[in-house]
């Protein structure tokens, strides 16, 4: 069974920041490409970030592009995504997810086999 687990959501301000992190199993961490998703009410999931095992190369959705970065502590079987800048459309449940086949990080959502359950991120205006 892998479980992924995230944590550091909560309320913020706009122009304000967070950082979020993402717990998974050694074994599953290890040899993942691990993505950060979103979904807003009424909308449909989104990519944000993704990043390789060795974190030599990510990848971000042009919308957050120099606002967020993700990276990933291997020793410590976690991934984190700092956010900055923060706008209020950004509110929604933010996922973790580990895809442990693809060569690229991707931005589809169906290659990324395990999943945390959320953590709600809030910005108000």
């Known amino acids: 069974q892998v479980q992924l687990v995230e944590s550091g959501g909560g309320l913020v301000q706009a122009g304000g920041s967070l950082r979020l992190s993402c717990a998974a199993p050694?074994?599953?961490?290890?040899?993942?490409?691990m993505g950060w998703f979103r979904q807003a009410p009424g909308k449909e999931r989104e990519f944000v970030a993704g990043?390789?095992?060795?974190?030599?190369?990510?990848n971000y959705a042009d919308s957050v592009k120099g606002r967020f970065t993700i990276s990933r502590d291997n020793a410590k079987n976690t991934v984190y995504l700092q956010m900055n800048s923060l706008r209020p459309e950004e509110t929604a449940v933010y996922r973790c997810?580990?895809?442990?086949?693809?060569?690229?990080?991707?931005?589809?959502?169906?290659?990324?086999?395990?999943w945390g359950q959320g953590t709600k991120v809030t910005v108000s205006s």
């Open positions: 050694g074994r599953t961490f290890r040899s993942s490409t």
């Open positions: 990043i390789k095992w060795s974190g030599g190369s990510t």
């Open positions: 997810a580990a895809d442990p086949r693809s060569y690229r990080v991707l931005s589809r959502a169906y290659t990324y086999d395990y």
